[in-house]
């Protein structure tokens, strides 16, 4: 699974931005914006062995992915939970559970969620906005 980036010039500095994740990072020139967003994934999931994959695609756009598909998927749920200010209780109830293990099983990739189970808990942390999915841009 990979998720779409965007990659650009401003002003002195290149920014990558991954904008599901709300993460930006910058850089001196392109190749090291690059470099650094594929740093913010690791620093972030913090896990050993874990290795994210930076893939350049059209003008101004990657993708981002990772054979850890259980830690990319772990990390989308945290940061969604954390932009709208909501704690794993929070998540929980939003989903009708009682125990906030409810949601953190899929943020911490104990479990893996179907599509559907993953479009629920999306809209469990993330109500009015809508998640899409498109076709791999990167070869």
């Known amino acids: 699974m990979r998720f779409y980036g965007k990659v650009y010039k401003d002003s002195n500095f290149w920014l990558a931005e ?51 598909v259980r830690a990319m998927i772990g990390l989308l749920l945290k940061r969604q939970r954390e932009i709208s200010g909501l704690s794993l209780a929070e998540a929980a109830e939003r989903l009708g559970a009682k125990s906030r293990n409810a949601f953190a099983r899929y943020e911490h990739g104990t479990s893996v969620p179907s599509i559907e189970k993953l479009d629920h808990l999306l809209r469990a942390v993330s109500p009015g906005r809508d998640f899409v999915l498109r076709q791999s841009i990167a070869s």
Do not use: C, H
Not at 32 to 54: C, H, Q, R, V
């Open 18 to 68: 991954v904008p599901v994740f709300d993460a930006m990072t910058q850089g001196r020139t392109k190749k090291e914006a690059l470099l650094m967003i594929g740093d913010w994934f690791e620093a972030m999931i913090n896990k050993p062995g874990f290795s994210a994959t930076i893939y350049p695609a059209n003008k101004g756009e990657f993708e981002v992915g990772s054979e850890d």
